[in-house]
């Protein structure tokens, strides 16, 4: 499975400890686009940059490959999307993950894409 930005953000928060649970059940990647969304937030504190920190050296990290770089590409040509997120799904869809996201209304669109959001089962 490949995490969202916003899977990571909600996770690091006190009231998510299922959604930190249902991460911990499961062998999740991140993208170099969530590394970047998530530790580069200009409000972010010092503790919840820490605990991220530790997060991404812990978790496995998929690359922007030049099959992800296509996807997005593709993605975006087909319709309106914020760049991070076309490089997100190009990501899951490349590395064929299911993309655990909050954000599931937004990506139904593509085809080829599995998308989970556990928050609608966790709360």
Do not use: C
Request: avoid cysteine; aromatic fraction near 6%; charged fraction near 25%.
């Amino acid at each position: 499975m490949l995490l969202d930005s916003n899977i990571i953000i909600y996770a690091a928060q006190p009231e998510h400890a299922a959604l930190r649970q249902f991460i911990a059940t499961h062998t999740p990647a991140a993208s170099a686009i969530s590394q970047i969304e998530v530790l580069g937030y200009h409000k972010l504190s010092e503790e919840d940059r820490q605990v991220l920190e530790q997060f991404f050296r812990t978790v496995a990290k998929l690359p922007l490959s030049e099959t992800v770089v296509q996807w997005a590409i593709k993605l975006r040509q087909r319709r309106k999307m914020t760049l991070g997120d076309s490089i997100v799904a190009g990501t899951a869809i490349a590395y064929e993950r299911t993309l655990v996201t909050r954000n599931t209304d937004d990506l139904r669109w593509i085809e080829e894409i599995k998308l989970l959001n556990p928050l609608a089962e966790h709360g």
